[in-house]
């Protein structure tokens, strides 16, 4: 079903995030300057193909980024922002991330009478997660530190 690690990574954070609750907010983390890409899996085309689907993208700020309209084979997003979709994906990449895209940015899906907004919060990488403990640092934490980091590498290289 799943092609790569990537995708089934991201299908456990759907997953995840679905039996924490409607309202949960999955977290990417970026640096100033590089691209990072947003993750956006619905499984209202998992059974059957669906016609009349629109998804949009909107910013910390309530801008819309992207808007995509199946039905009508529309497209548009912001300079600097791009979208792809597959059926049960649609991925916001921003191209080079700055200061106002940082915070929580919502992928809103619907189908006739029906609709889902996923949060995934853009927060920016901190230095610690990337570096080894000085001085002796608990080995527990560093572990669960590159635990993290590995998981948002997955992410992003998607």
């Known amino acids: 079903m799943w092609s790569t690690a990537v995708e089934q990574t991201l299908y456990l954070g759907l997953v995840l995030s679905r039996l924490v609750g409607e309202g949960s907010t999955l977290k990417v ?3 100033p300057g590089q691209g990072a890409s947003l993750p956006c899996l619905y499984d209202y085309e998992d059974q059957t193909n669906i016609e ?3 998804m ?9 980024l992207c808007h995509y ?5 529309y497209q548009n997003c912001s300079t600097g922002y791009t979208m792809n ?7 916001l990449t921003i191209q080079q991330v700055q200061t106002r895209d940082l915070g929580t940015h919502v992928c809103s899906v619907g189908k006739p009478h029906e609709s889902f907004d996923f949060s995934i919060d853009l927060a920016m ?6 570096s080894a403990p000085a001085g002796g640092g608990n080995q527990a934490d560093h572990t669960w530190s590159l635990a993290v980091l590995a998981l ?3 992410l992003l290289c998607m």
């Not at 990488?125 to 990337?130: D, G, K, L, P």
């Open 29 to 31: 983390f970026c640096r």
């Open 52 to 54: 009349q689907l629109t």
């Open 56 to 64: 949009r993208w909107t910013s910390p700020h309530k801008q819309l």
């Open 69 to 73: 309209i199946k039905h009508r084979n």
């Open 85 to 91: 979709y597959r059926p049960g994906s649609i991925k």
């Open 125 to 130: 990488m901190a230095e610690s997660v990337t």
């Open 152 to 154: 948002t590498c997955l």
